[in-house]
């Protein structure tokens, strides 16, 4: 079982959709981050939070320690949305830490 | 600000030869991480470096790989020899401080072939 499990794996949404995507750990970690990969390549961190919520603009995360899940919501969701979600966790391991990924989630919104 | 740089965008080179690559991180940051990015095995961290030392070096996949961090601005991955399999997108980020839990910056990436 792998120690960062996203879903779903794709995901089609029309565009002004709600989207939901989840992230669930297994590790006791000090951070999580929500990445986003367009069509293109380039990687962007969209958030890192350790406890709570934030929110920027029209995406929201949430994170919930004691069951070891996140979600990321899309609220409004526009065809420029479309991309890759990744969510990573970081985690100490005795002296070092780990940076683990998911292996993200698809989102395709279309008009 | 540029944001972080790397070198060469493309890379196509055949089995054997020494690949370098190279990157730039945001003035005034003092981590810098490597990572490679596979269809098989998705986003992987390979090294990063505080304050110019390496860290952490546990994800390098093998003693074909190494990376230098000389100075704050500017760090090199090396694969010798490569081989077909080290075929990737390979990325740079950095971030503000010295720890795997805080926000970092990604660069655009180095897409290496090797035929």
């Known amino acids: 079982k792998n120690e960062v499990e996203q879903s779903p794996q794709n995901l089609t949404a029309q565009e002004g959709e709600f989207i939901t995507i989840n992230c669930s750990y297994s590790v006791g970690i000090s951070a999580l981050h929500w990445l986003q990969q367009h069509p293109g390549g380039g990687i962007v961190s969209l958030f890192m939070l350790s406890s709570g919520k934030k929110k920027h603009g029209r995406l929201i995360a949430t994170i919930n320690i004691q069951e070891k899940h996140s979600s990321l919501h899309i609220t409004a969701s526009h065809p420029r949305d479309s991309a890759v979600y990744i969510c990573?966790?970081?985690?100490?391991?005795?002296?070092?830490?780990?940076?683990?990924f998911g292996t993200g989630t698809r989102l395709q919104v279309t008009l | 600000d540029a944001g972080v740089i790397q070198s060469p965008r493309h890379e196509v080179t055949e089995m054997g030869q020494e690949v370098t690559l190279r990157c730039k991180p945001i003035s005034g940051h003092n981590s810098l991480f490597w990572y490679r990015q596979t269809m098989m095995r998705g986003l992987e961290l390979l090294i990063y470096?505080?304050?110019?030392?390496?860290?952490?070096d546990s994800g390098m996949p093998e003693d074909r790989f190494s990376a230098k961090m000389p100075n704050a601005s500017f760090s090199t991955l090396k694969i010798q020899p490569s081989e077909p399999r080290d075929s990737a997108v390979y990325f740079c980020?950095?971030?503000?401080?010295?720890?795997?839990?805080?926000?970092?910056?990604f660069g655009p990436g180095t897409r290496l072939t090797v035929l």
């Open positions: 990573a966790v970081s985690s100490n391991t005795g002296t070092a830490s780990k940076l683990t």
């Open positions: 470096f505080n304050n110019n030392v390496p860290i952490d």
């Open positions: 980020a950095s971030s503000g401080a010295g720890s795997l839990a805080d926000t970092q910056y």
